[in-house]
């Protein structure tokens, strides 16, 4: 809640208008109903849709307990399917985008990540399969697959780990470009695809991850 009201704030600081929020597990019906009933009363449809919700877990399949495995799998694929399967009656006909974000991890593989990693492997072919049911619709429906961007939930995952130096230091040596991303270097591809200069994109996998799957 204070994450959303902060945003909130800083959209009106820099535009002057008043963003609703709706706070409620992504993975309930409920929560999806209520985003998708605010945006047609305030908005009367919805343009861009980017679903970004997501947990992550640093364990195999052999270790991992079946209710975290369950827990990310709500949270990142269920939440983004409930909240598409909501918005998509009231998305405009044509030009309206969704831009899933998933992750490098759903492309190649990442030690330990069971759970993650099925859930956005799961998310791309869930974009790559809308792209296809909405086309005539007018419809586009892409995915960013990001590397490792330096964000609360990845330093979170760090200190997970009994020496998050190191474990920082083995993330960066994966990316050839020597660091990890900046969250506005993600959200720079997402206006792209949620933009009209990408109208003809649709399917597509945007790849932001400074060389993680190059090599």
């Known amino acids: 809640m204070d994450h959303a009201e902060e945003t909130a704030a800083q959209i009106k600081s820099l535009t002057g208008q008043t963003v609703p929020f709706v706070a409620g597990p992504i993975e309930s019906e409920d929560t999806s109903s209520r985003i ?3 945006s047609g009363t305030e908005f009367g449809g919805v343009d861009v849709l980017v679903p970004n919700a997501g947990i992550d877990d640093f364990r195999p399949v052999d270790v991992v307990p079946v209710d975290v495995w369950d827990a990310v799998l709500a ?16 998305m405009r006909r044509p030009g309206g985008s969704i831009v899933h974000i998933a992750s490098a991890s759903a492309l190649v593989a990442t ?13 791309v ?8 049911d909405y086309a005539l619709d007018g419809i586009r429906v892409n995915a960013i697959c990001p590397g490792s961007i330096d964000t609360p939930m990845l330093r979170a995952g760090f200190a997970s780990h009994p020496d998050p130096g190191e474990v920082e230091r083995r993330c960066i040596a994966r990316h050839p470009l020597g660091r990890l991303g900046k969250p506005e270097e993600v959200a720079y591809g997402a206006l792209y695809l949620a933009s009209d200069e990408a109208s003809f994109v649709t399917g597509a996998v945007l790849v932001i991850d400074g060389g993680f799957t190059a090599v």
């Open 36 to 38: 998708a009933a605010i």
């Open 75 to 90: 949270t990142n694929l269920r939440g983004a399917f409930l909240i598409c399967r909501a918005i998509l009656p009231i």
């Open 111 to 123: 030690p330990g990540m069971a759970a993650y990693s099925a859930s956005k492997g799961g998310m």
């Open 125 to 132: 072919s869930l974009a790559r399969q809308m792209a296809s």
